[in-house]
């Protein structure tokens, strides 16, 4: 019983912690270049790094945030695209590394308007 609890644990603090947040809009109170503006959308996603952030053991970065977090939203609410606002991520390599000595929980960000 110990042994399926531990795992039970350790299997959910390697799944992906991420976040999507979204607000719809109206296009007469936001504009948006190349299209309609139909909601803004935020996302979020924490991973889970080893050894000085070289053994990703849950990914987080730009791609995860922008590919599979906006614009999967963006087209599951009926948009053709999203215009990017702002997107971040937590550096990794040089000095920053330090911070990854044993575990590190680099973050990612970013924010934009879904268009049709």
Excluded: W
Aim: net charge neutral; proline share 3%.
């Amino acid at each position: 019983m110990k042994k399926a609890i531990v795992s039970a644990v350790l299997a959910s603090s390697l799944l992906a912690c991420t976040s999507v947040e979204t607000a719809v809009v109206s296009g007469n109170e936001v504009s948006a270049a190349g299209g309609e503006p139909i909601a803004v959308i935020q996302g979020v996603a924490i991973g889970l790094t080893a050894i000085f952030h070289v053994v990703d053991l849950v990914q987080s970065d730009l791609d995860v945030v922008v590919n599979k977090l906006l614009v999967a939203e963006a087209k599951a609410m009926g948009g053709n695209k999203v215009q990017l606002l702002s997107a971040s991520t937590a550096p990794r390599h040089g000095v920053f590394a330090v911070f990854g000595f044993i575990i590190g929980f680099p973050i990612s960000q970013a924010s934009g308007v879904a268009v049709k």
